[in-house]
């Protein structure tokens, strides 16, 4: 909590929320009353505050030894968080396989799938001449068309001639499914628009 003039309540970069008292509008007698009374409270507030964030930190740093009441639940919930990691990982490099000119190794380990695709040398050499590396290109026309955001693969040093693009797995997977959907069908479109 903070005592500041004319502020509002903002979002902390830690996820906690700021609490701010604004007192630009009140009386100036008033609001030296206000410093005076509140200033403490406030200075004891922020105390509690960091200490909360030690708090939050170590839970976050420090998972419960077996020992611990909550290391049954802890346990689950981990295994749910990663079985749902490995099914979008699964997902993401299934659909990608059954599209045409999109291949894609197992995602292991990581959040970001990296699948190659084929591009026609007429998109290679339009990109060419737009000064763009030609997954940039790619990468670029997606967005534009379909909002859809992935990262080129040129930027990560990949093989000559090939062209990648790296793109995250972690959406729900009731979102994951339609968007892989999408940016295949896209991939197709623009293979037959530039062949």
């Known amino acids: 909590m903070a005592l500041r003039a004319g502020e509002h309540s903002q979002e902390a970069a830690n996820g906690l929320k700021e609490k701010v008292l604004t007192l630009d509008s009140m009386n100036p007698c008033v609001r030296r009353v206000e410093y005076a009374v509140r200033g403490p409270i406030v200075q004891r507030a ?27 639940q802890f346990q689950a919930e981990r295994r749910a968080v990663l079985a749902e990691l490995a099914a979008k990982a699964k997902l993401t490099e299934q659909v990608f396989n059954e599209a045409p000119g999109i291949r894609c190794n197992p995602v292991q380990g990581a959040m970001y799938s990296f699948p190659r695709v084929q591009l026609p040398p007429r998109a290679v050499q339009r990109a060419q001449e737009l000064g763009l590396a030609p997954d940039m ?25 090939t062209y990648h693009f790296r793109m995250t797995i972690l959406p729900p997977m009731e979102k994951l499914r339609p968007l892989l959907e999408k940016l295949s069908q896209f991939h197709a479109k623009f293979t037959r628009e530039y062949s």
């Open 46 to 72: 922020l105390e509690l505050e960091q200490e909360l964030r030690q708090v939050l930190l170590d839970v976050a740093v420090s998972p419960p030894a077996p020992s611990d009441p909550s290391f049954v």
């Open 137 to 161: 290109f790619f990468c670029l026309r997606l967005l534009e068309e379909t909002g859809i955001c992935v990262v080129p693969g040129s930027g990560f040093g990949q093989r000559e001639g």
